[in-house]
Structure formats: structure tokens, C-alpha cells
């Protein structure tokens, strides 16, 4: 094992990437869970409620503003350009600071839309953590794109675990959802600021130089309507969920969301810091060789998402159970439910990544918009039809209509993969299928 990882060959920075990112992923996710146990025991529902609620609209604040300049960087042949970092690095800033604006003009909407009037304050604070971010020094993806992210890892650690240690004191101290805001704005300050101090490269500075702005907004195009989309796969239901039910049920189905959200936490970095670049550096349309080798990695981090949510579905409601007290039991069958929904998505993880490693943006977009109109039907006409658990399962079924318009696009660039695909597709509905029956008596208790 340890003679793979040794070395500069694109196999050995591919498998150390792939350690880093789920490193990355468990010990964020590690700290978060341990935090969070102890918020639920300092705060109350109606907080995790509220915060559901501005990350919904932080979220999609930055993704109706995407000008791809992350994938830029990784995809294009002038990513190591320094004239074309600083560009990217100018226009990220930019982009940054106007999204703040945008937040103040939509709190009082916000707030009126959700009957939140703590809204109007907490989404210009939280939004902060936006302008902070948009200072991320363009080393980061440098890193991504060469696949060296062992600082890069442990610099986003140690930024976190300073992070909620200040936040848990906030907590303690204030017993209010600032703390929670606070919380997102002090991690995106210590990120930004422990990527700038230690990473080692190229200082960033102010410039736009006009034929790299044209590159990155040209392929950025298509990345900006397709994150629009990318927004109503991710967060659609949850932002119609928060409509239709209290602030509070809100608060404790967004714990069920988080414990469910861990396979595709983990295996979404791997897909993103490891998968993409993969396409860029050895296309599965170049040769035979190149196809098997990625249809291999992509088994492996499709696996990982499936076998966890398999784990997560059986267990999910007994570790609610276990970590929480009875005010979040409902969680717990949204755990089971949503990790038996998102098996069609984990199995094709990442594979519409080698869209973008070709450049081309347009049908990346198409195939995420077909996938935003199937999951914002589907949501909405499962909520009206059978409340909170047809917007948990719609995802699944939404991923499962679509799947022949991504095989489609995929098999473009020999990259469609229908043997992995659909046996860990058929594999993983059926296991967590089996766990839904087991937990029935508690998930029947949602309906």
C-alpha cells in the first residue's frame, strides 16, 4: 500500500488525493457530529430550524452566481497560468462581495416568505461568511488540480476544530441561534485566513486581464445556469419542506439531514478533488486503458457512498435514538429515508464531472436541468400528495427517470459505466429497501 502512495505518478497523487479527501470529510464531519451533540443539549430546535432556513438561501445565493471559476482553474490548459489565477482569484472576490449585497436586499423578503422576522438579521450576518470566502487564495484549486492535498487537508482540520470549539463557547454563553451564525462566520474567516498563512505558492493580487476573464466567463456560461439547477437538485425539497412545516420540525429533520448527508459528504470530495481531475489528466475516450482505469475508480467511490448509506438506513434510527434526546426522535426514520433515496444518485456519482473535464459546459447544463424540473415536480407533487415523505423519496425517483439522459451524455466520452452503475443502483435499493421495512413501525410515524 504504502510503495502506490509513494512517488508523482498520476496513480500515486490519485490514491493520496483520494485518502486526503475522505480524511477531509471524516474529520470534518467527525467534529461536526460531535459539536452538534452538544447544541441540541444547549440550544433548541427552532435554531437548527432558522439556520436550515439561511443556508437554504446562502446556498442558493452561491449557486445562482457560479461563474465556474473552481472548475475553470482545474479543467482549463492555463490553470497554472499565475495571470490567469489572479484573474480567476479578482473575479471570485468580485463575485463575493456582491452576493453580500444580494443578501441584504432579499432578508425582508426572506423573512416574510418563511414567517421568520429573525431572518432579515441572520441572513446579511451569515452571508458574511460569503465575502470571507471569496478571499480563498486560488492555490487551493491549484492544489485540486494537481491532486496535492495533503497541507491543503489539514489546514481545513485545524480551521474547523478552532471553529466550533469558539462556537460551542458562543453557545454555552449566549443559548441563542447567533451562536450558530457565528459559528459560519468565524469557520470561513479561519479557513480563509489558515489557506492564505500556510499554503505554500503564489500570492494573490488584484488583476483582470481581459482574454483570461473571456476564458473563464465563457466556459463559466453554462456553469452558472446549471448551478441555478444544481440548486433545486440539492436544496429544492428542503426549501418547499420549510414552507409547508414548522420552523421546529424543520430544525430536527435537518438533523436527520445531516446524519443521511454523510456518504455523499464524503464521496461528493472524492468525486470533485479526485474523479475531475482524473478526466482532465486521462480521458476515457483517449483509450481503453484510460476507460478502465476510471470506470475502476469510479466503482470504488460509488461503492463507498452505497455501502455507507446501506449502513446509515439500518442503523440510522437507533444512533438517533442513541445520540439525541426524544425531542429529535423524528429524525431518525428521515435518516433511513433519505439514505434509501440517494443510492441512484451515489451510484453515478461524478460521472457527469467528465462534461466539465471536456469543456463542455452546455450539456453538463442541460443534464442538470433535466434533473431540477424532475426533482421540483416530483417534491412538489409528493408533499401535496403525501407530505414529508414524498419529498424524502423524490430525489430517488427523480435520479432513476433521468438516468437514460445521463447515460446518453456520459457515453458521449465513453465514460457511461452501465454495469457499475445500475448493479450498485439495483444492489443499494434493494438493501435499503429492506431496511425501510424494518424500521417501518417508526418511518409509518411521518406519513
Given at each position: 500500500?504504502?510503495?502506490?502512495?509513494?512517488?508523482?505518478?498520476?496513480?500515486?497523487?490519485?490514491?493520496?488525493?483520494?485518502?486526503?479527501?475522505?480524511?477531509?470529510?471524516l474529520?470534518?464531519?467527525g467534529?461536526?457530529?460531535?459539536?452538534?451533540?452538544?447544541?441540541?443539549?444547549?440550544?433548541?430546535?427552532?435554531?437548527?430550524?432558522?439556520?436550515?432556513?439561511?443556508?437554504?438561501?446562502?446556498?442558493?445565493?452561491?449557486?445562482?452566481?457560479?461563474?465556474?471559476?473552481?472548475?475553470?482553474?482545474?479543467?482549463?490548459?492555463?490553470?497554472?497560468?499565475?495571470?490567469?489565477?489572479?484573474?480567476?482569484?479578482?473575479?471570485?472576490?468580485?463575485?463575493?462581495?456582491?452576493?453580500?449585497?444580494?443578501?441584504?436586499?432579499?432578508?425582508?423578503?426572506?423573512?416574510?416568505?418563511?414567517?421568520?422576522?429573525?431572518?432579515?438579521?441572520?441572513?446579511?450576518?451569515?452571508?458574511?461568511?460569503?465575502?470571507?470566502?471569496?478571499?480563498?487564495?486560488?492555490?487551493?484549486?491549484?492544489?485540486?488540480?494537481?491532486?496535492?492535498?495533503?497541507?491543503?487537508?489539514?489546514?481545513?482540520?485545524?480551521?474547523?476544530?478552532?471553529?466550533?470549539?469558539l462556537?460551542?463557547?458562543?453557545?454555552?454563553?449566549?443559548?441563542?441561534?447567533?451562536?450558530?451564525?457565528?459559528?459560519?462566520?468565524?469557520?470561513?474567516l479561519?479557513?480563509?485566513?489558515?489557506?492564505?498563512v500556510?499554503?505554500?505558492?503564489?500570492?494573490?493580487?488584484?488583476?483582470?486581464?481581459?482574454?483570461?476573464?473571456?476564458?473563464?466567463?465563457?466556459?463559466?456560461?453554462?456553469i452558472?445556469?446549471?448551478t441555478?439547477?444544481?440548486?433545486?437538485?440539492?436544496?429544492?425539497?428542503?426549501?418547499?419542506l420549510?414552507?409547508?412545516?414548522?420552523?421546529?420540525?424543520?430544525?430536527?429533520?435537518?438533523?436527520?439531514?445531516?446524519?443521511?448527508?454523510?456518504?455523499?459528504?464524503?464521496?461528493?470530495?472524492?468525486?470533485?478533488?479526485?474523479?475531475?481531475?482524473?478526466?482532465?489528466?486521462?480521458?476515457?475516450?483517449?483509450?481503453?486503458?484510460?476507460?478502465?482505469?476510471?470506470?475502476?475508480?469510479?466503482?470504488?467511490?460509488?461503492?463507498?457512498?452505497?455501502?455507507?448509506?446501506?449502513?446509515?438506513?439500518?442503523?440510522?434510527?437507533?444512533?438517533?435514538?442513541?445520540?439525541?434526546?426524544?425531542?429529535?426522535?423524528?429524525?431518525?426514520?428521515?435518516?433511513?429515508?433519505?439514505?434509501?433515496?440517494?443510492?441512484?444518485?451515489?451510484?453515478?456519482?461524478?460521472?457527469?464531472?467528465?462534461?466539465?473535464?471536456?469543456?463542455?459546459?452546455?450539456?453538463?447544463?442541460?443534464?442538470?436541468?433535466?434533473?431540477?424540473?424532475?426533482?421540483?415536480?416530483?417534491?412538489?407533487?409528493?408533499?401535496?400528495?403525501?407530505?414529508?415523505?414524498?419529498?424524502?423519496?423524490?430525489?430517488?425517483?427523480?435520479?432513476?427517470?433521468?438516468?437514460?439522459?445521463?447515460?446518453?451524455?456520459?457515453a458521449?466520452?465513453?465514460?457511461?459505466?452501465?454495469?457499475?452503475?445500475?448493479?450498485?443502483?439495483?444492489?443499494?435499493?434493494?438493501t435499503?429497501?429492506?431496511?425501510?421495512?424494518?424500521?417501518?413501525?417508526?418511518?409509518?410515524?411521518?406519513?
Amino acid at each position: 500500500m504504502t510503495s502506490h502512495l509513494r512517488g508523482d505518478s498520476v496513480k500515486a497523487r490519485s490514491l493520496r488525493a483520494a485518502l486526503m479527501a475522505v480524511l477531509n470529510v471524516l474529520g470534518n464531519n467527525g467534529l461536526r457530529l460531535i459539536s452538534n451533540l452538544i447544541l441540541t443539549r444547549l440550544l433548541f430546535p427552532e435554531a437548527f430550524g432558522l439556520m436550515a432556513l439561511v443556508q437554504i438561501f446562502i446556498y442558493g445565493l452561491q449557486m445562482f452566481s457560479d461563474l465556474g471559476i473552481n472548475a475553470s482553474i482545474v479543467q482549463s490548459k492555463r490553470g497554472d497560468d499565475p495571470t490567469f489565477l489572479q484573474t480567476a482569484w479578482t473575479l471570485q472576490v468580485m463575485r463575493g462581495a456582491l452576493l453580500w449585497v444580494v443578501s441584504l436586499i432579499l432578508a425582508i423578503p426572506a423573512a416574510a416568505l418563511y414567517g421568520e422576522p429573525q431572518l432579515q438579521h441572520l441572513l446579511p450576518v451569515v452571508a458574511l461568511s460569503v465575502i470571507i470566502g471569496g478571499f480563498q487564495p486560488s492555490r487551493v484549486m491549484l492544489a485540486s488540480r494537481h491532486l496535492k492535498l495533503e497541507r491543503l487537508t489539514l489546514i481545513d482540520l485545524a480551521a474547523q476544530a478552532v471553529a466550533i470549539t469558539l462556537m460551542l463557547i458562543a453557545a454555552w454563553w449566549w443559548r441563542s441561534v447567533w451562536a450558530l451564525a457565528f459559528g459560519a462566520v468565524v469557520t470561513a474567516l479561519l479557513r480563509t485566513t489558515f489557506q492564505s498563512v500556510f499554503l505554500e505558492g503564489n500570492r494573490d493580487r488584484f488583476r483582470l486581464d481581459p482574454s483570461a476573464t473571456r476564458d473563464i466567463l465563457g466556459f463559466g456560461g453554462f456553469i452558472f445556469v446549471s448551478t441555478i439547477a444544481t440548486f433545486a437538485v440539492t436544496m429544492g425539497g428542503r426549501a418547499i419542506l420549510g414552507a409547508y412545516i414548522p420552523t421546529d420540525l424543520l430544525g430536527i429533520f435537518s438533523i436527520g439531514f445531516m446524519l443521511a448527508a454523510l456518504p455523499e459528504l464524503a464521496t461528493t470530495q472524492v468525486a470533485r478533488r479526485v474523479l475531475f481531475p482524473l478526466y482532465r489528466i486521462k480521458p476515457p475516450i483517449d483509450s481503453t486503458d484510460n476507460q478502465r482505469s476510471l470506470f475502476r475508480a469510479h466503482r470504488m467511490v460509488a461503492g463507498l457512498a452505497v455501502t455507507m448509506s446501506i449502513v446509515l438506513a439500518f442503523v440510522g434510527v437507533w444512533l438517533v435514538d442513541a445520540l439525541y434526546d426524544t425531542r429529535y426522535a423524528l429524525a431518525g426514520p428521515v435518516v433511513v429515508l433519505v439514505s434509501f433515496a440517494s443510492v441512484p444518485a451515489y451510484a453515478v456519482i461524478g460521472s457527469q464531472n467528465v462534461l466539465l473535464a471536456s469543456g463542455d459546459s452546455r450539456r453538463y447544463f442541460f443534464l442538470q436541468a433535466a434533473m431540477a424540473l424532475a426533482i421540483i415536480v416530483l417534491t412538489y407533487v409528493g408533499v401535496t400528495r403525501i407530505g414529508v415523505v414524498g419529498v424524502l423519496l423524490a430525489p430517488a425517483l427523480a435520479n432513476v427517470i433521468v438516468y437514460p439522459y445521463r447515460a446518453a451524455l456520459t457515453a458521449r466520452y465513453k465514460a457511461w459505466d452501465p454495469v457499475g452503475e445500475l448493479g450498485l443502483m439495483a444492489f443499494g435499493l434493494a438493501t435499503t429497501g429492506s431496511a425501510i421495512w424494518l424500521h417501518w413501525d417508526r418511518i409509518s410515524t411521518l406519513l
